[in-house]
Structures are given as C-alpha cells and as structure tokens.
C-alpha cells in the first residue's frame, strides 16, 4: 500500500512509504521527537504536526481514490518549446465550454478530490481561466498552476494571488540565457525572469521547474543561484520524458547515469550548505543507498500516479491516463461529455492498463525479480512504453 502526505494549507502531496507513514504519524501525535534533520527537511517543505495529513492509497471496488485532477484548459501557447510534453494539439472534439468546465469542477468536489492544476498550453492564455480559478477556490480546492512566466505582468501576477492560487511552477531550463532560450525561444529568459518576480512581490510560493537533458545539467548550480538571488522557495529538477516533442530529444539528450549521479551530488551540497531554495530531484533508481533518513523524509517515491490518483482532462473532454499520453490519440476513449468522471477512472481501457502496470505483481524483465521493486513500481512506464511498447516493461533508465 502507498501512502500520501498531504499539507492541508497548500494541498502539496507527496509519497511515502511504510515506514515513513508509521515514523511520520506518530510525530504528529506528538509521540516522537526524533531526528531533527528529517524534522528540519520537512518543515523546508512546508509541513508541521498541525498542517500535516497522512493518506493511505484507498480503494473502492478496485478503483483508487483520485487525490489530484490536471485540468488542461487549452493547448494555445505563446511558445514552442522544443521539448514540450504536448506535441499533436489537435482537438479531437470541440472544446470544452465554460459551463461544462464548471460541471467538471463541481463533479471533481463530489467525489472530494482536494486538488486542481490548470495547466495547458500556456493555461493563462485561456480566457476563462481566472474565472475557472475562483469557481475551484470558492468549491475548497487547492489550486496550482504552472506557466512559462513569459506571459506574466505584474496585474497578472496580482490576479494570480488574488484567485487563491497556493503554488505556481515557472519552467526555468538554463541558467544562462542562451541554454534556456535554445529551448524556447529569443528573449523568454528574461521575460520569465521578470514574471517570477512580479509572482514573488505578491507573496507567491514559486517553485522553478527544469527539465533535465544534456545541454543544461551542469547549469543546476547557476539556476539555484539564481532563485536564491530572487527568494525562490524550491527548485525542482526533473529527467526528460519521451512526451509530446520530448519523444524527439529524448534519445540524443537524455541523460544518463553518470550524468545524474553529477547533478545528484550538486544537488545534495547544495541542500547541506544552503536553506533556500531547497532543490530536488528525482531518485533515478538509488535504492541500494537509502537509509533510516531518507525513508523517513517525505520524499520516497511513491510510483507512477497514472491510473492510480491523478485524472488527466484534455481542453476537448478527453481524459489521458498519463501527461505523457496527453496528445496521444491511440489512448484517448473517453470523454466527460460521454460518461461520468467516476467511470472513466474505473472503466476507461488506457487507465486500467497503466493500473495494471503500477502493480508490481505485473512487472516484467528484470523488474520482476527486483528487490526494490516495492519502492521504484517500475519506473516511468511511459519510457518503458516508448522504448519497448509494452508497459510493464523495465525503466529503459534503471540501470540496475
């Protein structure tokens, strides 16, 4: 079983397992005083006893729970980034009017999923979507955001704030001009500089969002400097997915384990010598080093959330089983104007393959075997999917 920690102030979700629900649960009671560097990490990350709720991954009828909904408003975007997870933006199905957005958000409550990111595209270019912002916020929900900052002024920074927003991502892939904009464009560098700012004069949390690949990771120090500088709270570094126009960079870029293991060890001098930001990255197959700390830091890796807690909404109605998938339109069956959110999630054919796939029983390859299999779930069985066309297929990255 998974469990989730959950900042009921922000909605922040984030996996842990066994041992870090047990260790975590008691100090909320009070009960355990503990490590204090694991205490100090988790409070970086913005979680206290009196914020802090414990989820265990629940199931009715073999469904899970959905924790998290991405609602992509639109695929208009100002840019065309190289390596966007959106590639095909062809509309299946007329898009989706505001009222029916509305229906959407208001079935979203009924089945008490406590958070939304409106995404896109660049999601405020969408018309509505300050107005569909306040609809979620007055509905209860925690509602994030992510852009590429160029768009942002500062009255759309101020109308940011003022529509509830508790977190907004800003995609930053360079710490130097020429790396970022190499990937999406002439002068955004700058620009997206400038939106971040005007985000942070509002009090904002703004995290940094970085896609790893070849020709920007030994930038990850010039980027934490950077946010430094500006009073970013979190930096987050994440691999390149065969997604959308990743899929056309991801064998000639990606990086491999040498590389990370480089970004890794920046990373973790960085988070010893500094408060803010704090960086993080993912894992990457790290297993054989965990020790009592790291499985007690809500940081663990919980598996892959498609199919199992997060629902993926197209701006047409079609609902993808995974961010990867979103432009794919082998996968896309069904639609919200068509059948009820609760049964897309328990009946949709993609969704239950990628269920399937999360389920170590079904692990395939060397996975199958694995010992840490309990922890990696496998690994991104999109990349599996991309490299081998089977999901149950090994992380084509593990190099275990």
């Given at each position: 079983?998974?469990?989730?920690?959950v900042?009921?102030?922000?909605?922040?979700?984030?996996?842990?397992?066994?041992?870090?629900?047990?260790?975590?649960r008691?100090?909320?009671?009070?009960?355990?005083e503990?490590d204090?560097?694991?205490?100090?990490?988790?409070?970086?990350r913005?979680?206290?006893?009196?914020?802090?709720?414990?989820?265990?991954?629940?199931y009715?009828?073999?469904?899970?729970?959905?924790?998290?909904?991405?609602?992509?408003?639109?695929w208009?975007?100002?840019?065309?980034?190289?390596?966007?997870?959106?590639?095909?933006?062809?509309?299946?199905a007329?898009?989706?009017?505001?009222?029916?957005?509305?229906?959407i958000?208001?079935?979203?409550?009924?089945?008490?999923?406590?958070?939304?990111?409106?995404?896109?595209?660049?999601p405020?270019?969408?018309?509505?979507?300050?107005?569909?912002?306040?609809?979620?916020?007055?509905?209860?929900f925690?509602?994030?955001?992510?852009?590429?900052?160029?768009?942002?002024?500062?009255?759309?920074?101020?109308?940011?704030?003022?529509?509830?927003?508790?977190e907004?991502?800003?995609?930053?892939?360079?710490?130097?001009?020429?790396?970022?904009?190499?990937?999406?464009?002439?002068g955004?560098?700058?620009?997206?500089?400038?939106?971040i700012?005007?985000?942070?004069?509002?009090?904002?949390?703004?995290?940094?969002a970085?896609?790893?690949?070849?020709?920007n990771?030994?930038?990850?120090?010039?980027?934490?400097?950077?946010?430094?500088?500006?009073?970013?709270?979190?930096?987050?570094?994440?691999?390149?997915?065969?997604?959308?126009?990743?899929?056309?960079?991801?064998?000639?870029e990606?990086?491999?384990?040498?590389?990370?293991?480089?970004?890794?060890?920046?990373?973790?001098?960085?988070?010893?010598?500094?408060?803010?930001?704090r960086?993080f990255?993912e894992?990457?197959?790290?297993?054989?080093?965990?020790?009592?700390?790291?499985?007690?830091?809500?940081?663990?890796?919980?598996?892959?959330?498609?199919?199992?807690?997060?629902i993926?909404?197209?701006?047409?109605?079609?609902?993808?089983?995974?961010?990867?998938?979103?432009?794919?339109?082998?996968?896309?069956?069904?639609?919200?104007?068509?059948?009820?959110?609760?049964?897309?999630?328990?009946?949709?054919?993609?969704?239950?393959?990628?269920?399937r796939a999360n389920?170590?029983?079904?692990?395939?390859?060397?996975?199958?075997?694995?010992?840490?299999?309990?922890?990696?779930k496998?690994?991104?069985?999109?990349?599996?999917?991309?490299?081998?066309?089977?999901?149950?297929?090994?992380?084509?990255?593990?190099?275990?």
């Amino acid at each position: 079983m998974n469990y989730y920690l959950v900042n009921i102030d922000t909605g922040h979700l984030v996996g842990c397992n066994l041992i870090a629900a047990s260790f975590i649960r008691e100090w909320i009671k009070g009960g355990v005083e503990g490590d204090r560097e694991i205490f100090a990490e988790m409070a970086r990350r913005g979680f206290s006893r009196r914020n802090t709720r414990i989820i265990a991954e629940c199931y009715e009828n073999g469904t899970p729970t959905i924790l998290a909904a991405q609602l992509n408003l639109t695929w208009k975007c100002n840019l065309k980034c190289k390596h966007c997870y959106v590639g095909n933006n062809m509309l299946l199905a007329p898009p989706l009017a505001f009222d029916e957005w509305v229906c959407i958000i208001q079935e979203l409550k009924n089945l008490n999923v406590p958070r939304i990111a409106f995404l896109g595209g660049e999601p405020i270019l969408f018309k509505y979507f300050f107005d569909l912002s306040q609809v979620a916020r007055d509905q209860g929900f925690k509602i994030l955001t992510s852009t590429n900052g160029t768009q942002i002024d500062r009255q759309t920074a101020r109308s940011i704030k003022q529509a509830g927003y508790t977190e907004v991502d800003v995609s930053l892939d360079g710490g130097l001009p020429s790396t970022h904009e190499a990937l999406r464009g002439y002068g955004t560098f700058r620009k997206t500089l400038q939106g971040i700012r005007f985000l942070l004069e509002e009090s904002l949390s703004v995290k940094t969002a970085t896609v790893l690949h070849k020709s920007n990771f030994r930038e990850v120090l010039e980027i934490a400097k950077i946010a430094e500088q500006m009073g970013v709270e979190h930096c987050f570094f994440n691999n390149l997915v065969p997604g959308g126009h990743g899929a056309d960079l991801w064998r000639s870029e990606r990086l491999d384990t040498a590389e990370l293991e480089e970004v890794k060890r920046v990373v973790f001098r960085w988070n010893q010598l500094h408060e803010q930001p704090r960086l993080f990255m993912e894992l990457h197959f790290d297993y054989k080093i965990l020790d009592r700390k790291l499985l007690t830091v809500p940081s663990s890796y919980a598996g892959c959330k498609a199919g199992r807690r997060e629902i993926l909404i197209r701006p047409d109605g079609y609902v993808a089983p995974c961010p990867l998938f979103l432009t794919n339109p082998v996968v896309l069956k069904s639609n919200v104007r068509d059948m009820s959110i609760l049964d897309i999630w328990s009946k949709d054919s993609a969704i239950l393959q990628f269920r399937r796939a999360n389920d170590e029983a079904n692990l395939k390859g060397k996975c199958s075997n694995c010992g840490f299999k309990s922890l990696c779930k496998g690994g991104c069985h999109a990349a599996a999917y991309h490299d081998s066309h089977d999901l149950c297929n090994p992380d084509p990255r593990c190099p275990q």
